[in-house]
């Protein structure tokens, strides 16, 4: 079964920074690109970030870029977001989800991160 | 960027009746669009891909076509399980983007 299990939101000041991690299981990790997607009452679901299989190839949305970086690690199975110089409009919960021909296929349970000073 | 925009905003069906959602692309997206359904306090689940190819496991109920710039999603007789959410996301250029959604309720 696939499992995806988000860890690592909370709340944090205005500039300040946080990493969500992704733990994946029950599927080969690697063969698969994965996604960071939030969620908000007012904006919806937004794409986020996109990593590919070998990590070497990565997408962001324009108001993230240069501030969040995402990254993975095949050997532990876990993709991450880091999240720096975060404002308050960053405010959402983060779903990880699995990125490949079918777009979002599985996606976690979500992480809430809220900026707040 | 892509916009997608999803109607209706919401919608409430009789059980068994047949409902659609619409969602209409800025500009060609080739067909590569998804639906999902989420329920409250839930993260979305796919339920078609490639606008019209029904992902593992989902009712067959569920049906999704279109082409270009224009897709639908066909839920062919309505049940109490079908509340919720539904989205379209578009795949065919960075920044994915997704419809504002629809919240489907029972009349």
């Known amino acids: 079964e696939v499992q995806l299990v988000e860890s690592g939101g909370g709340l944090v000041q205005p500039g300040r920074s946080l990493k969500l991690s992704c733990a994946a299981s029950g599927f080969t990790f690697s063969n698969y690109g994965m996604a960071w997607v939030r969620q908000t009452p007012t904006k919806g679901l937004e794409w986020v970030a996109s990593?590919?299989?070998?990590?070497?190839?990565?997408y962001y949305r324009d108001s993230v870029k240069g501030r969040f970086t995402i990254s993975r690690d095949n050997a532990k199975n876990t993709q991450y977001l880091q999240m720096d110089s975060l404002r308050s409009e960053d405010t959402a919960t983060y779903y990880c989800?699995?990125?490949?021909?079918?777009?979002?296929?599985?996606w976690g349970q979500g992480v809430m991160v809220t900026v707040s000073s | 960027d892509i916009q997608m925009t999803q109607s209706p905003a919401s919608l409430s069906a009789s059980l068994g009746e047949t409902v659609s959602i619409e969602c209409l692309a800025s500009?060609?997206?080739?067909?590569?669009l998804a639906w999902y359904q989420q329920k409250p306090g839930k993260s979305p689940q796919l339920l078609i891909y490639?606008?019209?190819r029904l992902q593992d496991g989902v009712p067959s109920r569920f049906s999704g076509s279109g082409s270009g710039t224009q897709y639908s999603l066909k839920i062919s007789g309505m049940q109490p399980e079908d509340e919720g959410d539904y989205f379209c996301?578009?795949?065919?250029?960075?920044?994915?983007?997704f419809g504002s959604g629809t919240k489907l309720e029972i009349k």
């Open positions: 990593i590919s299989t070998g990590g070497g190839n990565t």
């Open positions: 500009e060609d997206i080739y067909s590569y």
């Open positions: 996301l578009q795949g065919s250029k960075f920044p994915l983007t």
């Open positions: 989800a699995r990125w490949g021909n079918t777009l979002f296929d599985y």
């Open positions: 490639a606008a019209n």
